[in-house]
């Protein structure tokens, strides 16, 4: 099984500033199969980016991911006051799916 | 536009089976590469795959939960089904249904994600 380590668990920023999370897989993971997810309280988690860099549908681009291998990063430009949510990378191998522990992104 | 729905039982005894439908509307469970995961999150705490299934009825499941899982498909009633076994305490959760598309090498991510349901384990 390949898990799936966060940074930070809890990131404290500003409306404005600039979010970068980290998920670390613990072995290499095809980039093909890296997906991102936000998660709001109270609803399902929705699709933001997949195949690590592609954005879904309707997902704004202030929105991007980047990496390869183990090491694989969700950047936010810059913060929106809808963007305050907790966020998931997964990752498919092997016939199974795994999901990291989630950042917390909060208002500072 | 698909959406699904999951829907059944919000309570079940500890040792019984757990047992919930996902419904599929704006579109055919049967059409495509797609696959229909079953997830689940006990509140609080983060997100789990618990299985899927092929529209041809091919299965994967997690390796932590496969002794207990069963997941099926019902194409005339365009739905598919999670049944869970032997539940406990630690089977509590929000369970979600969502769909993927794999293609060669390419790769949807989990969308769309159905809405939830709440499934407490107690006596």
């Known amino acids: 099984e390949i898990v799936l380590t966060q940074s930070p668990g809890t990131l404290s920023l500003s409306p404005g500033e600039r979010a970068t999370l980290s998920c670390r897989a613990s072995q290499s993971v095809s980039s093909s199969y890296l997906a991102w997810y936000q998660q709001k309280p109270g609803q399902a988690p929705r699709l933001l980016i997949y195949g690590a860099s592609s954005r879904a549908t309707g997902i704004p681009d202030r929105f991007s991911g980047s990496g390869s291998g183990t090491d694989f990063t969700l950047t936010i430009s810059r913060l929106e006051p809808e963007d305050f949510a907790v966020y998931y990378c997964?990752?498919?191998?092997?016939?199974?799916?795994?999901f990291g522990p989630g950042t917390k992104v909060d208002i500072k | 536009q698909v959406q699904l729905q999951e829907s059944g039982p919000g309570l079940v005894k500890p040792s019984q089976t757990l047992s919930l439908t996902c419904t599929v509307s704006g579109g055919s469970i049967s059409s495509g590469s797609y696959y229909w995961s079953w997830i689940r999150q006990p509140a609080g705490k983060g997100l789990e795959w618990i299985g899927r299934?092929?529209?041809?009825?091919?299965?994967n499941y997690n390796p932590s939960l496969k002794s207990r899982v069963t997941i099926s498909v019902d194409t005339s009633k365009n739905q598919f089904s999670l049944k869970l076994s032997s539940v406990t305490a630690a089977d509590t959760a929000v369970y979600y249904c969502?769909?993927?598309?794999?293609?060669?090498?390419?790769?949807?991510?989990?969308?769309?994600w159905g809405q939830g349901t709440l499934v407490t384990v107690s006596s």
């Open positions: 299934i092929y529209t041809s009825g091919s299965t």
């Open positions: 997964q990752q498919y191998g092997s016939s199974e799916f795994t």
């Open positions: 969502a769909r993927d598309l794999r293609y060669y090498d390419f790769w949807s991510g989990f969308d769309p």
